[in-house]
């Protein structure tokens, strides 16, 4: 029996992969290769010494995802295909509802149809909007501010109501913080298209020269140096929670929720400094205006996954920094082109 990688070539679909396969599991990819590239197959099988069967198929068409149910036997899926920009969300809401919500339906019409109900959910911390307090617990209220939160959203809903059709299933949520790092061979990492949204690849950029500086979305939040706060997550560790809730999916029908998180927070500015300590010299930044929509803090309570799936992250942001820094200087251009 297979495992189903929706997202499989993606940055973190990729690191769950080669978790799967040095713990000896069988694997299947999907992807339609909108946001990744067919080199990381080769790069999985340098790190893992395994080769992956891969569709290039889309979950918008059916038959595509019916051709992979057909020719493998697969007992569960973890799903990872998606889009994920805020911005872009914002600019393309029809775009992000039809990929996301449709890609997901589709997904789950054909696990049903060949009796497979087993699904693990790449959620976000972003559906719980700006939170009233921190650490998060999964039981806080939920909301979103932009399309693409609005589609996590919905999919945990759309996942809750077949569970409550049908009491086979077994759906098991993971609401991720802020994924970072890569895997420690600097075989696979983050590559994001254009210039990078998010802190950490910037920071990355910034410290092998590809830009000057790093601009820090503003000094005045409700934070110990006034700079934003998140909970940073290493990509392996992400990875590894995976495998822990396929176990637990495999045990027990229903819907569960996890944090997928450290527990700590750190500021841009921390973050900032740790990259420093990694690659042993400064990283310039400006202060600058806020970025619409940031929250002040985020950051998990992870105790649920560490009593429920047994999971725990262990790397700290150093290592984080570290890998993400490695990564960067073996692969200034990404996967290039
Ligand atoms: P990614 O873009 O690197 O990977 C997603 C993969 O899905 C890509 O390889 C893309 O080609 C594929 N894909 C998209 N639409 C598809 C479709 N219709 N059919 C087939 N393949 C399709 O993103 P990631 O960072 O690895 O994120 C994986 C998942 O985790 C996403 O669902 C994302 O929303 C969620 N998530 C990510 C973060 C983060 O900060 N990276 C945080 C919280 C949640
Ligand atoms: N930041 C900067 N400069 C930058 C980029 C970011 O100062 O160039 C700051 C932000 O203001 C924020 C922090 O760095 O305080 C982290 O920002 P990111 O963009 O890296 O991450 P977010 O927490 O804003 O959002 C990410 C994903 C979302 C996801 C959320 C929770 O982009 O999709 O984590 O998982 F929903």
Redesign the pocket.
């Known amino acids: 029996m297979a495992i189903l990688v929706t997202g499989g070539t993606g940055f973190i679909g990729s690191h769950t992969v080669v978790q799967l396969l040095n713990d000896g599991r069988e694997v299947v990819i999907l992807d339609n290769l909108c946001n990744s590239k067919e080199c990381v197959l080769d790069r999985i099988k340098t790190i893992t010494g395994k080769s992956v069967k891969f569709y290039k198929a889309d979950l918008l068409n059916i038959e595509e995802i019916e051709k992979v149910f057909e020719e493998n036997e697969i007992d569960s899926v973890i799903h990872f295909a998606g889009l994920?920009?805020?911005g872009e969300s914002v600019a393309k809401p029809m775009w992000y509802y039809h990929n996301n919500i449709t890609g997901t339906l589709n997904l789950c019409k054909v696990m049903s149809e060949h009796n497979c109900k087993r699904i693990v959910f790449s959620s976000?911390?972003?559906v719980y909007g700006k939170p009233e307090s921190v650490p998060i617990n999964e039981d806080f209220p939920l909301s979103t501010t932009n399309p693409?939160?609005e589609t996590?959203l919905m999919i945990e809903r759309i996942l809750s109501d077949i569970f409550v059709s049908d009491n086979e299933w077994s759906v098991s949520i993971l609401?991720?913080?802020?994924?970072i790092g890569a895997h420690e061979s600097g075989l696979i990492g983050e590559d994001p298209k254009g210039i990078?949204?998010?802190?950490?690849p910037?920071?990355a950029r910034v410290a092998f020269g590809k830009y000057d500086h790093?601009?820090?979305?503003?000094n005045d939040?409700a934070t110990p140096d006034g700079?934003?706060?998140?909970d940073y997550i290493h990509v392996v560790d992400l990875a590894n929670a995976h495998l822990k809730a396929l176990d637990r999916a495999a045990l027990v029908k229903g819907v569960e929720r996890f944090n997928i998180g450290t527990g700590k927070g750190y500021?841009?500015l921390d973050?900032i400094h740790a990259f420093e300590k990694a690659i042993g010299h400064e990283i310039k930044y400006v202060i600058c205006e806020?970025?619409p929509g940031?929250?002040d803090e985020?950051y998990a309570n992870p105790t649920k996954a560490a009593e429920i799936l047994g999971w725990k992250a262990i790397y700290d942001i150093d290592k984080m920094c570290l890998d993400a820094a490695n990564w960067q200087k073996k692969n200034p251009d990404g996967y290039g082109e």
Do not use: E, M
Not at 175 to 179: L, M
Not at 196 to 200: G, I, K, R, S, T
Not at 227 to 230: L, Q, S
């Open positions: 994920k920009a805020v976000s911390a972003t693409y939160g996590k609401r991720y913080f802020n994924p990078p949204n998010n802190l950490l910037y920071v790093v601009n820090v979305f503003g939040y700079t934003g706060v998140r500021s841009v973050i806020r970025r940031d929250i985020c």
